[in-house]
């Protein structure tokens, strides 16, 4: 069955048999120390830094152009470092070959051979190495299971569906048994529903194999929910490494907490008055709980999650559109001179135009410095 509702179906939990058949777990830990990378006069990576421990499932997300692409294609070996270290283990890759490793790479387009059959594909960088048919079958039936893919042996890639094709380059990494798994935004061809099953898919088979993963993607959402580690990159810089809810509860700056949630962190400017409250631009006062390091007077930004926000309160939200998905509803409009987003669990039924008073609570609320960008609050 090649149809994408097959392809959704999980594979069966493998037998220990099957994993001890790859060799049982092969990882190792990733360190990138201070690396570089200039084309020409223009440095696209400034001083990269981060430690992935073995076994790690580490996601490196950000916005398009950021350099989490260029950063893994230098882990693979793919292109040159003009200056740093990457080491894989205690080894320091940075001149060795992708062949000499010791990594595996799957890739957003599968990079599949039409005209070999899915065991064929799977087995190919084995037969490179000289194995035998025997030899190669042994490997690749074990990962087969693993990602469900047993029965489709036989098939071309022209026979498969988008989810069956992109197990098929995961299973042809597998089969290597590598130190290093490295994901290149390998969901971005699969529709949306299809996403979400892969992405379980992929987190199991790490919690399977527990082989060191490195996995880029620009989805904050896939990054919240796969990573052990997040790395937030942008513009060629680090911003910010933690644990997914680290990053959520306690973003480092203004980039980190508008980047990392969805819907994104609401945030309106103004300053801190003598009370202790926030006043917004318009003068509209808003609660705080901790403030940290900020100064009354100081020209700041009030940040907020949308589940913060609550039915109820004194706060005047003026309602520009709502939007129910069932459980909850998103209610998109403007405070503080600044259009904002809140989501609530109740129905609400208030027009566009009309005014929805919201409560906030003080302890969700975040202050940042306006001119730096930092997190004041503790």
Same mark, same amino acid.
């Given at each position: 069955d090649s149809?994408?509702?097959?392809?959704?179906k999980s594979g069966p939990v493998p037998s220990m048999a099957a994993l001890d058949t790859l060799g049982g777990v092969c990882m190792a830990s990733v360190t990138i120390d201070d690396v570089r990378k200039s084309y020409g006069a223009v440095e696209v990576l400034h001083g990269v830094n981060v430690d992935i421990?073995?076994?790690?499932?580490?996601?490196?997300?950000?916005p398009s152009g950021c350099g989490k692409s260029t950063l893994l294609r230098m882990l693979a070996g793919l292109e040159h470092i003009t200056s740093g270290r990457i080491l894989i283990g205690d080894r320091v890759v940075n001149d060795l070959?992708?062949?000499?490793?010791?990594?595996?790479?799957?890739?957003?387009?599968?990079?599949?051979?039409?005209?070999?059959?899915? %065991? #064929?594909?799977? +087995?190919?960088?084995?037969? *490179?190495?000289?194995?035998?048919?025997?030899?190669?079958?042994? /490997?690749?039936?074990?990962? %087969? #299971?693993?990602? +469900?893919?047993?029965?489709? *042996?036989?098939r071309y890639p022209r026979m498969l569906s988008?989810? /069956?094709?992109?197990?098929? %380059?995961?299973?042809?990494?597998?089969?290597?048994?590598?130190?290093?798994?490295?994901?290149?935004?390998?969901?971005?061809?699969?529709?949306?529903?299809?996403?979400?099953?892969?992405?379980?898919?992929?987190?199991?088979?790490?919690q399977r194999l527990r082989t060191t993963t490195v996995y880029v993607t620009h989805d904050q959402i896939e990054a919240m929910t796969m990573a052990d580690k997040i790395v937030v990159m942008h513009d060629g810089r680090v911003e910010q490494v933690g644990a997914p809810l680290e990053l959520y509860d306690r973003p480092a700056n203004l980039f980190v907490a508008g980047f990392i949630g969805s819907p994104a962190m609401s945030m309106v400017k103004g300053r801190l008055a003598e009370d202790g409250q926030f006043l917004a631009a318009d003068g509209t006062r808003l609660p705080v709980g901790d403030t940290g390091r900020a100064?009354?007077?100081?020209?700041?930004?009030?940040?907020?999650?949308?589940e913060?926000?609550?039915?109820?309160?004194?706060?005047?939200?003026?309602?520009?559109?709502?939007e129910p998905t069932g459980a909850e509803t998103y209610v998109v409009g403007t405070l503080g001179g600044t259009e904002i987003t809140g989501v609530f669990r109740d129905r609400v039924a208030v027009p566009p135009g009309g005014v929805l008073d919201i409560g906030i609570d003080p302890g969700a609320v975040h202050l940042f410095d306006e001119g730096t960008g930092q997190r004041l609050t503790a």
């Open positions: 149809t994408e509702t097959a392809c959704a421990e073995e076994g790690q499932f580490v996601v490196l997300v950000g070959p992708p062949k000499d490793r010791d990594i595996a790479m799957v890739f957003q387009n599968y990079a599949l051979y039409p005209h070999l059959t899915v %065991a #064929e594909n799977m +087995g190919f960088s084995l037969k *490179l190495a000289g194995q035998s048919r025997a030899r190669i079958a042994e /490997q690749v039936r074990p990962a %087969a #299971e693993i990602l +469900g893919l047993a029965h489709l *042996l036989d988008g989810g /069956q094709r992109q197990r098929v %380059a995961m299973g042809r990494a597998i089969v290597r048994n590598p130190q290093v798994f490295l994901f290149d935004e390998p969901l971005s061809n699969l529709d949306a529903k299809l996403r979400v099953t892969m992405r379980t898919e992929i987190k199991n088979l790490h100064r009354a007077g100081q020209p700041l930004v009030y940040g907020v999650r949308p913060a926000m609550r039915l109820g309160g004194t706060i005047p939200l003026a309602v520009e559109v709502t």
